[in-house]
């Protein structure tokens, strides 16, 4: 398509001392001139060659010094931007003769927000109203490599400058082609709204252009980015451009596309994780089921293809299979943390005396689901010589090698659309779907339309898993001197590497799973606190469940240990535990959100018994966020009764503050802060899977306590802090740490005891009865017209 060429060097540098420069990049670094093309095509095609990363930190101050993290000089972010840079210029932006503007963004939309902010971006140095741009998603693209890899909230941070060097070229050549049409010179020129207009009052739309300014060969050109003081778009609150399609039922997911020929397909699954088929007793009956076309046995269970789902459930249901053992047998939540007791690395700083005092915890995160509420689904068509996929993926060019090799094709002769997803939480970072179609397809020789149950999602699908997490600290003369956390973690898969199939087949590899795992755990967890000497190590065990990359990955987990531990701490050496955090933060941008929360959720106010407040901060992404959250743990609220639910205590008040560096879409930023919360009580408080006799008791959302609308927080604020380092940082998943983290050390302060297993409710009752497991799935609801009004 197009070569690629060095970056220029910085030209001049605009910036003040102390000031993000004109382009966005951090104090210092300068301002630059960006490379880009303009495509050999018959209307105007441009595209953009450029990564930037640099990261920064700012002088700890608290008691004893600590040495520098390895996420304060390069985190995952980094290496996910470092990676994607030597492919960021292939991307192309369309100006179409409609006046128009049209992308493929090589990322997956899965309710993120990412095709309104890169619209925006478009929007900004083209100087075209958001309604002209259409951003679609990108099929599967080999030669991307590491660039197309959606997760880790990296995908504005490493698409941010080459977006907007490509539209600012294809404005670059619009006004030239302008000056040329007009009789004007360039400079003069005004662009606004998809006009350009000369100094004598003619003008030219950029449809009318768009053919002047395309080239019959691609040529090389530099551009300047507009300064930050001159941007309209960038930074101002937008509504989704998917919101009215959203909300009309007109957007389109994988199960709304008719493809031809492919039929509702579902899959009869085991009884206990990755249980095998054995021989299936009654196949010829279950084909002659009405509806029924086809049924195929596949590594994963027995597909079924029908004309309706209905009838797929009907005949799932009806199946007689005989099964063998899966990957957890016999395995409960009892036996799985007792593997990771055992497991657990060892503290190596010993008990200090008797000047020294050490403040010690111990925690349990029970297997949580990260099920989205679109579920599993994928449509294939396989043929003899070729396939065709359509399903969200955030990691496409993995799925596209993984299904060619498994269909025995070259990889070009499989085509893998990726298409909107109705959420991930890490789940669609996996194809299991996609690929599942693939063989289904394969194997009845015709297309079809598969979707898991739902119950499928939560006891076959992928989980965050369950994970202890140990802590010493020790302290004297009123400074803390040493932290040691030690996470033990059921084995967390990155199979899908870094989105290309190198990495994905070495993220398999024996040794090379507990690697991947360890890079990914050393590049993410990051202290906020300058907390004296500090370890932080990962040890994980047991590869027989089904697990991934569930938001915030680690982060949660260790988070809320640590900031319980903080608590601690402060209790024990006197100190406010606002106070204590404020004096511990390593840099001045989570000391500032840190003030913001406790300013705006007035921190220390009078509370009744049972009611309290925690507070948090967590930096990752290039960015920190704080959450001060307040808890209701009074029996009049713990004890109410909620239908078929568990109630428990409430959150009644969230308070956060949120620092990206520079927020593209505050409103966008806002709601992904929202959700983040959400998760994080959940977490916290009510959402875990509960393991007996190798299979997860949940089978359904009605089991699986998210956070519901009882205890949803009545008050709820969220401050999107003035840009600090003028480049975005990652957001999709920052709020989950600190949000269960504020949660659990508020109802720690409410209940007089530091929670120490998660969610807290994981003991109880279970609040419902679990559905079987043979048949796997439940009847389709039969009153469907009896519940119409």
Not at 10 to 29: K, L, R, Y
Not at 178 to 202: D, F, H, M, W, Y
Not at 391 to 414: M, N, R, T, Y
Not at 625 to 645: F, M, N, Q, S, Y
Request: hydrophobic share 40%; proline share 7%; net charge neutral.
């Amino acid at each position: 398509m197009m070569d690629v060429q060095d970056r220029l060097p910085p030209e001049h540098d605009e910036a003040g001392a102390g000031d993000p420069d004109a382009s966005g990049a951090p104090a210092g670094i300068g301002r630059r001139r960006f490379l880009g093309y303009v495509l050999a095509a018959p209307t105007l095609a441009v595209a953009a060659q450029l990564g930037d990363a640099v990261a920064g930190s700012t002088p700890a101050q608290a008691a004893v010094g600590s040495l520098p993290e390895v996420t304060e000089l390069f985190d995952l972010n980094d290496m996910l931007t470092t990676a994607a840079l030597p492919t960021s210029g292939l991307i192309t932006i369309h100006v179409h003769a409609d006046g128009t503007a049209s992308f493929a963004l090589p990322r997956a939309e899965v309710g993120q927000g990412i095709t309104t902010s890169t619209a925006m971006l478009i929007a900004e140095e083209l100087d075209l109203p958001l309604e002209k741009i259409r951003v679609t998603l990108a099929d599967a693209r080999p030669e991307l490599l590491f660039n197309q890899l959606t997760g880790g909230s990296n995908t504005t941070i490493s698409t941010y400058t080459p977006i907007r060097v490509a539209a600012a070229i294809a404005r670059k050549r619009l006004l030239a082609a302008a000056a040329e049409q007009l009789g004007a010179e360039l400079s003069t020129l005004t662009s606004k709204a998809g006009v350009i207009t000369a100094p004598n009052g003619r003008s030219a739309t950029y449809g009318s252009l768009a053919e002047k300014a395309a080239s019959l060969k691609t040529l090389r050109v530099a551009t300047d980015l507009k300064p930050r003081s001159a941007f309209s778009v960038i930074g101002t609150a937008r509504n989704r451009v998917d919101a009215l399609e959203s909300v009309t039922g007109r957007k389109q997911f994988a199960m709304d596309l008719h493809v031809p020929g492919a039929a509702p397909t579902m899959v009869c699954r085991p009884p206990t994780i990755n249980g095998t088929v054995r021989s299936v007793q009654n196949l010829d009956a279950v084909r002659a089921m009405p509806g029924v076309t086809d049924v195929a046995t596949i590594p994963t269970g027995v597909a079924v293809r029908a004309r309706t789902f209905g009838q797929c459930i009907d005949a799932v249901r009806a199946l007689k299979v005989i099964w063998g053992p899966g990957t957890a047998e016999r395995a409960s939540d009892e036996t799985v943390l007792r593997e990771l007791r055992a497991a657990e690395l060892p503290l190596a700083v010993p008990k200090l005396g008797p000047l020294a005092k050490t403040v010690e915890g111990s925690f349990t995160f029970h297997f949580a689901s990260n099920s989205a509420l679109e579920p599993n689904c994928a449509v294939a068509d396989v043929r003899a010589d070729r396939a065709e996929i359509w399903a969200a993926l955030k990691s496409p060019i993995v799925a596209q090698g993984a299904i060619a090799a498994k269909l025995g094709l070259l990889p070009h002769a499989v085509t893998v659309h990726v298409t909107e997803g109705g959420g991930s939480f890490g789940r669609k970072l996996f194809f299991d779907a996609a690929l599942e179609a693939a063989e289904i397809s394969k194997a009845m020789g015709k297309p079809v339309k598969l979707m898991w149950h739902r119950t499928d999602e939560f006891r076959q699908g992928r989980t965050h898993p369950m994970a202890t997490s140990r802590i010493r600290a020790s302290y004297a003369l009123g400074k803390v001197l040493t932290y040691e956390q030690r996470h033990t973690s059921v084995s967390t898969d990155f199979g899908h590497g870094l989105g290309e199939i190198i990495t994905a087949t070495a993220a398999k590899l024996p040794v090379g799973d507990l690697t991947f795992s360890e890079t990914i755990f050393t590049l993410t967890q990051q202290s906020p606190y300058d907390l004296g000497l500090t370890t932080q190590l990962l040890n994980e065990v047991d590869k027989g469940f089904n697990t991934g990359s569930m938001r915030n990955i680690y982060s949660p987990n260790v988070r809320c240990a640590q900031e319980l531990i903080i608590d601690r701490l402060a209790d024990e050496m006197g100190k406010d535990r606002l106070r204590f955090r404020q004096q511990l933060v390593k840099n001045d941008r989570a000391r500032a959100v840190l003030d913001k929360v406790a300013e705006l959720g007035g921190w220390g106010r009078k509370l009744p018994a049972g009611v309290a407040q925690g507070i948090a901060v967590h930096p990752e992404y290039h960015g920190v966020v704080a959450v001060l959250a307040e808890i209701d743990c009074r029996p009049e609220t713990t004890g109410r009764k909620v239908p078929d639910a568990y109630t428990g205590p409430r959150v009644t008040k969230v308070v956060c503050a949120v620092d990206v560096g520079l927020a593209v879409n505050p409103k966008g930023l806002q709601a992904q802060m929202m959700g983040g919360i959400m998760d994080g009580i959940a977490i916290t408080l009510s959402s875990g899977l509960h393991l007996k006799d190798g299979a997860f008791l949940e089978g359904s959302w009605d089991n699986y306590f998210y956070t519901r609308q009882w205890n949803t927080p009545p008050e709820l604020e969220i401050v999107v802090m003035p840009p600090t380092t003028g480049k975005p940082g990652g957001a999709g998943e920052l709020a989950v740490g600190a949000a269960s983290a504020a949660v659990a050390c508020a109802y720690g302060e409410a209940t007089g005891t530091m929670p120490t297993t998660f969610p807290i409710n994981h003991s109880g009752p279970l609040g419902f009865e679990p559905l079987p497991t043979v048949p796997p799935i439940p009847q389709s609801p039969t009153d469907g017209l009896d519940r119409a009004y």
